[in-house]
């Protein structure tokens, strides 16, 4: 089966905002390989929902209508990449490898001026149980980070539409590792590290958007983790959380123009 391919009987949820009452309601289903089960069904249960199954959330006719964004910026490690399952096999269960992502994003989010990227994910695991070894491994595994099965389709298309970047919580050597598992050129790529500052700070977002030469509102920002949310719409960028795993809100009254966790529709937006 293809990737991105709908798979029978598995249905994936969105929910979007900024379109008036759709004259239709329709469910599209997008689906990835089995391989993806094992660590988002421990972020599932972590969340209260029963393993193996997707929110289905209706879609409405509005998604149709093509808004003509001038550029895209992309999370990376959770927009793009499947980290959660490199995490979870090196943990060597998936839910503890959950656990040790979570608090890593806690400690990065939280994080504000920028200090050693792998010192952070060193951090999380001693905070967790996670043995010392076992961080030291993730770092040496960087390049066996593999991306969402419609990554490379989607990045590939939205690429040929309109300037695109990444703007990612990493070091510059980790980045560049892992923007090179997309398979995708990506001309714009802004850490942490190069900005001074980890997200949802404003800094990291801000170079990026210099460098793509656009305004904050022409620029659509596809974020993967939930902290991203709140930190782009805070700069002035409108949001696609692709919230593959269905993290809850970091902040409640902030909400995404759009929420889905397939990247397939955001063929339909650009």
């Not at 959330?57 to 959770?78: C, E, H, P, R, W």
């Not at 991306?147 to 939205?158: D, H, K």
């Not at 700070?201 to 793509?212: K, S």
């Not at 809100?249 to 529709?265: R, T």
């Amino acid at each position: 089966m293809l990737a991105g391919q709908p798979v029978p009987g598995r249905q994936t949820g969105c929910r979007f905002s900024g379109f008036d009452q759709p004259a239709e309601i329709q469910s599209r289903s997008f689906a990835g390989p089995n391989r993806q089960l094992v660590g988002r069904d421990a972020e599932r249960k972590e969340y209260g929902e029963s393993p193996g199954q997707t929110k289905r959330i209706n879609l409405g006719q509005g998604m149709m209508s093509k808004t003509k964004y001038k550029a895209v910026m992309f999370d990376l490690y959770t927009a793009l990449l499947d980290s959660w399952s490199l995490w979870n096999r090196i943990a060597g269960e998936a839910e503890l490898g959950a656990v040790w992502r979570k608090k890593y994003l806690e400690l990065t989010y939280q994080a504000g001026h920028y200090h050693s990227y792998n010192g952070i994910i060193a951090d999380a695991a001693k905070e967790v149980g996670v043995a010392p070894e076992r961080a030291a491994a993730l770092i040496q595994a960087w390049s066996t980070l593999e991306p969402w099965p419609e990554t490379r389709q989607v990045v590939g298309a939205i690429s040929e539409r309109v300037p695109i970047a990444v703007a990612t919580n990493s070091s510059i050597e980790l980045a560049e590792i892992a923007v090179a598992t997309l398979g995708v050129e990506i001309p714009v790529v802004v850490t942490a590290e190069e900005s001074g500052y980890y997200k949802p700070q404003p800094q990291t977002y801000r170079l990026a958007l210099a460098r793509l030469g656009h305004q904050a509102e022409e620029v659509l920002f596809v974020a993967g983790s939930a902290s991203d949310v709140p930190g782009a719409i805070n700069v002035g960028m409108p949001v696609y959380w692709h919230n593959r795993i269905h993290q809850r809100p970091a902040n409640e009254s902030i909400k995404p123009k759009y929420e889905l966790d397939s990247l397939l529709p955001l063929l339909d937006l650009v």
